[in-house]
């Protein structure tokens, strides 16, 4: 199991490979497609994030409300797809780490390789679990959005594993290739 901790540097991602496990602690941000919108017109407008985007960590997620005594309610991955035309403008701007569900596009996989970022999966279905590695959740911004508003996470050992690497290797092509599936 590999630990790293945020914010993210090039070389903490240089040696990771599709299919590596690792440990996430430290602070990501959960944002999903009505966010990343909302960003990328900040971006075009030449208007500041409403969160640093160097080394940063977004989790494609729109975590439940927390229960009574919890931090957060379940805050499972949504499928990663949804924010595709979105995320190659925010590796050009720094975003090292992403964590979702599912495939992502030619087009991100070419911005991953370019940028040395890195795409990791959660498991979709923990949600439970994966909240379990939250030690504190606020909303930053887009309180509107309700789920879909951005939120500063701190985590502590988040468990993800590497989908696409800084060389572009998807573990999903490999498994079809190791187990010959079309």
Avoid: C, W
């Amino acid at each position: 199991m590999i630990k790293l901790n945020t914010p993210l540097k090039e070389e903490d991602l240089v040696n990771l490979r599709a299919g590596d496990e690792v440990l996430i602690s430290g602070v990501i941000y959960t944002a999903r497609d009505a966010a990343h919108k909302r960003m990328t017109e900040l971006i075009e407008d030449g208007k500041e994030l409403p969160m640093p985007i160097e080394g940063q960590v977004i989790y494609y997620a729109g975590p439940a409300p927390a229960k009574p005594g919890q931090v957060i309610g379940s805050a499972g991955p949504t499928t990663s797809y949804r924010v595709d035309t979105y995320a190659p403008a925010f590796m050009d701007l720094g975003l090292k780490g992403m964590i979702g569900k599912g495939k992502r596009s030619p087009e991100v996989i070419e911005s991953i390789k370019k940028n040395k970022a890195v795409y990791f999966g959660a498991v979709g279905g923990a949600a439970v679990l994966i909240s379990k590695s939250v030690i504190s959740a606020e909303v930053i911004a887009y309180e509107d959005l309700g789920a879909e508003a951005i939120r500063k996470l701190v985590v502590k050992d988040m468990p993800v594993f590497v989908v696409n690497d800084v060389l572009g290797n998807d573990l999903y092509e490999m498994g079809k290739n190791k187990y010959k599936i079309d």
